[in-house]
């Protein structure tokens, strides 16, 4: 069975450091792109970037670009979702997805992690 | 950027009755379009892909159709389990989704 399980929930206060996983089980890691959509409280899906793990090439959209980064370790087959300096406009789900392509749609996604940003 | 609208925000229906969702995008995204459930604390789940192709499991009360600019989810009969938020996504250019629509029972 394909499967991305992510990371658990964390909570953290502004300017702390942040990096929450994605791992893949059920097919070549290598082979998919993974892609990573942020959903804040009660509101709708905001795609945010996509890596290809077998070359580490990834794609940001330009709203997230330079605030967070995407990364993956093949060796593991899991990715990452990393912010250098929360906010807490930050505070959201954050679910992985396996991407049909560098653009394309998310099938299956993660189970999602709740990430809290609060002083 | 391509800017997705879907509408209703919130459609009531009765159990069995037909619902059709509708998803317009600002420019032409040729078929390039897909379509999610979310239930309430869940992950999003795929249903259509390719504008009009049903992902692998899904019922086939479940139908998409449109190109280019306007795209239609139709729920043929619906389920107790079929009461969700819906979400089109394009995927011609920068992936980007619409605001979804909330079908909830009448």
Redesign the interface.
């Known amino acids: 069975e394909v499967q991305l399980v992510q990371s658990g929930a964390e909570v953290k206060k502004p300017g702390e450091s942040l990096k929450i996983s994605c791992k893949g089980s059920g097919y070549s890691f290598t082979s998919y792109w993974i892609g990573w ?1 942020r959903q804040m409280p009660g509101k ?4 945010m970037g996509i890596i290809y793990p077998g070359d580490s090439d990834t794609r940001y ?2 709203s997230f670009q330079g605030q967070v980064t995407i990364s993956a370790d093949k060796s593991i087959s899991t990715a990452y979702l990393q912010w250098s300096s929360l906010k807490a406009s930050d505070t959201a789900m954050y ?1 992985c997805g396996i991407g ?2 560098s ?10 992690t709740l990430v809290t940003v609060s002083s | ?1 391509i800017v997705m609208t879907q509408s209703p925000a919130t459609l009531s229906v009765s159990p069995g009755e037909r619902a059709t969702l509708s998803c317009r995008a600002s420019q032409s995204v040729s078929s390039n379009l ?1 379509w ?1 459930q979310q239930k309430p604390g869940q ?4 249903l259509i ?1 390719g504008a009009s192709t049903r ?1 692998t499991g899904i019922p086939a009360r479940f139908s998409g159709s449109g190109s280019g600019t306007e795209f239609t989810l139709t729920i043929s009969s619906l389920q107790s389990e079929d009461f969700a938020v819906y ?1 089109c ?1 394009q ?10 629509t909330k079908v909830e029972i009448k």
């Open positions: 959509v709708g899906l905001e795609w959209s330009p679910y049909s392509g653009s394309g749609w998310f099938d299956p996604w993660g189970q999602g | 950027e897909a999610y992950a999003p789940r795929l892909y992902a979400y996504q995927y011609n250019n920068w992936p980007s989704f619409g605001g979804g």
